[in-house]
């Protein structure tokens, strides 16, 4: 991610505008706090000691999310300690499985990013600029937030170990990627005890970089249209190509 950031800056894109593109891509989520947050203030269980509740909290996550297209307030702090910057951000996001996801950022600047599931679009209409790009780069394995879209993604690509708080009553999961990239060292899920509704997603890369997504009014959609998850260029836009 950080030879990311140094292609983006040589191709001399303004930095005020990317900032967020930066954290999210860094990796989600959801500012600053010391490392594993919920993890300090409730004892985590393995998942050995404790794999029947584990199995129930994944399983009621997968009925609650699995298979269902919904959309999502989100509030955004991302903090990138090398660079010395935190940015914070709100929007709303649109997801339908497999894979197709919407981020509508409305502060501080409007910013779009869209999938279909392939190709990753990323819009900055200040600038007129458009980023073109393959969707597992970004979001494949579940990172980016990215299993979000396929709920089945937490137990394909990560080793989950649980935690449990009751004031407010909610579960935290800790996911560690089978196959840990620069991008996601960690990631920190916190759910609803009640209905298993996400609440929070914070992603920790190898910099202890941290992403927190906070979700708010949450609200499943008996289907979104597909047209939803493509983007068509502005007429005159600069395209620019990700990952060269």
């Known amino acids: 991610m950080h030879r ?14 990317l900032k967020i ?15 594993f947050p919920e993890a300090t203030q409730s004892a985590e269980t393995s998942l050995t000691s404790a794999p029947q509740l584990l199995e129930e909290v994944l399983a009621s996550i997968e009925a609650r999310y699995g298979q269902k297209a919904f959309s999502t307030l989100f509030f955004q702090t991302s903090t990138i300690k090398a660079l010395d910057i935190t940015d914070s951000a709100t929007g709303r996001i649109y997801i339908k499985h497999p894979g197709r996801m919407r981020w509508e950022y409305e502060t501080p600047d409007k910013q779009t990013i869209v999938t279909d599931g392939d190709t990753l679009w990323i819009y ?3 600038d007129n600029q458009v980023m073109i790009g393959k969707a597992d780069a970004f979001f494949g394995d579940g990172k980016g937030a990215g299993f979000l879209s396929n709920i089945s993604a937490v ?7 649980l935690s449990t708080r009751t ?17 996601v060292k ?8 009640e209905t298993f509704d996400v609440l929070r997603v914070t992603t920790y890369n190898m910099y202890n970089d941290e992403t927190r997504l906070v979700f708010k009014e949450l609200k499943f959609h008996d289907s979104l249209d597909d047209a939803l998850f493509h983007f068509s260029p502005p007429e005159n836009a600069e395209i620019l190509e990700l990952g060269k």
């Open 4 to 17: 990311f950031i140094y292609k983006i800056h040589h191709k001399r894109l303004p930095l005020k505008s």
């Open 21 to 35: 593109t930066i954290c999210l891509m860094i990796s989600l989520l959801w500012g600053a706090q010391p490392a």
């Open 124 to 126: 900055q209409p200040d």
């Open 155 to 161: 137990r394909e690509h990560f080793q989950v170990t």
């Open 167 to 183: 004031a407010p009553f909610e579960y935290v999961l800790k996911l560690i990627p089978n196959e840990p990239t620069d991008e």
């Open 186 to 193: 960690s990631v920190i899920l916190a759910v609803s005890g």
